[in-house]
């Protein structure tokens, strides 16, 4: 039931924590139509190839909203066998993330081994269109970022307007963060994303911030057309109990949506943000690919 059809195709690298994480953007087709529920696209990343692919299927399918869906994710090494081992990252062989397209709706998840798949179930809340980003290491190469999209079915509640800057300060869960970042953030160059973390009701630094998945804080970043998706964990030097930063590359100019995940007293906490990030110093554009992406391809 899964019709792979790679469309227009891109792929991104960003920097993330002093190592380039090899980040993936496809350009899924925005064509709604009828056929199947979930549009499986894949990557093609430059001169490397043999790369692991994955599959999304639902049950059932079309997938309904406000109800139970079981959410199948299939890995397939190069030669098309399921079930290849992948390398753990942040203490989970398979991160997952599900955006509404409009990005209103974000969980992030991690779907458990079931044979040689994987599954998750989610609840929908509303109908409408959702990407679900599959985020896996294949051992020896690295990060892998698959974006597929899938049609829910059912009522859409809320239209949303056009995404619009966040103001700085975002409070959530009784977590309040405040982005300090030194001067505009710019397309194309490394940015030291630093932020201050406070109790929302005192408005005093927090002291008990814990780790989740290892890291001090994630950082999930889209691009505004779901184009672009970068991957963040916190760096480990922001010097200070309630500070974390991160560094991260913004590959266009525009707004990007960012959740930041903390955790605090055994809760994960999820805090939005939008983005605006300025076109990039005519000195430090780089040459553009032919597919006319911003490649920016390097290794550790
Ligand atoms: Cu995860």
């Keep these: 039931m899964i019709p792979t059809r790679a469309r227009h195709t891109r792929v991104l690298t960003v920097l993330a924590l002093l190592v380039v994480a090899g980040v993936s953007s496809v350009l899924a087709g925005c064509s709604r139509s009828e056929g199947p529920a979930v549009t499986t696209t894949r990557r093609i990343h430059h001169e490397e190839r043999r790369l692991y692919t994955s599959e999304v299927q639902t049950s059932p399918s079309p997938?309904?909203?406000?109800?139970?869906?079981?959410?199948?994710?299939?890995?397939?090494?190069?030669?098309?066998?399921?079930?290849?081992?992948?390398?753990?990252?942040?203490?989970?062989?398979?991160?997952?993330?599900?955006?509404?397209?409009d990005l209103r709706h974000f969980a992030h998840v991690h779907p458990a081994a079931d044979g040689d798949r994987f599954r998750f179930e989610h609840t929908f809340e509303e109908g409408g269109e959702y990407f679900l980003v599959v985020d896996y290491q294949?051992?020896?190469?690295?990060?892998?970022?698959?974006?597929?999209?899938?049609?829910?079915?059912?009522?859409?509640?809320?239209?949303?307007?056009?995404?619009?800057?966040?103001?700085?300060?975002?409070?959530?869960?009784?977590?309040?963060?405040?982005?300090?970042?030194?001067?505009?953030?710019?397309?194309?160059?490394?940015?030291?994303?630093?932020?201050?973390?406070?109790?929302?009701?005192?408005?005093?630094?927090v002291a008990d911030l814990e780790p989740y998945l290892g890291a001090k804080a994630h950082f999930m970043v889209l691009s505004a057309d779901g184009e672009d998706f970068v991957h963040v964990h916190a760096l480990d030097d922001a010097g200070g109990a309630s500070k974390v930063s991160a560094h991260a590359v913004f590959p266009r100019p525009g707004l990007y949506k960012l959740w930041a995940q903390l955790q605090r007293r055994g809760v994960v906490v999820t805090i939005p943000f939008v983005l605006r990030i300025g076109p990039a110093r005519a000195a430090s554009i780089s040459a553009p690919d032919s597919s006319g992406g911003h490649s920016q391809h390097q290794h550790h």
């Design 63 to 101: 997938p309904p909203a406000g109800q139970p869906v079981t959410l199948y994710l299939t890995v397939r090494d190069d030669s098309g066998r399921a079930g290849p081992e992948l390398m753990p990252s942040h203490e989970r062989p398979m991160h997952l993330l599900i955006i509404s397209t």
């Design 138 to 205: 294949q051992p020896g190469r690295g990060q892998i970022v698959d974006r597929h999209r899938v049609h829910v079915e059912g009522a859409v509640h809320v239209t949303a307007g056009p995404l619009q800057e966040s103001p700085r300060q975002q409070r959530a869960g009784g977590l309040e963060l405040t982005l300090r970042s030194e001067g505009e953030l710019r397309a194309g160059e490394g940015a030291t994303l630093r932020f201050d973390a406070a109790d929302a009701e005192t408005g005093l630094p």
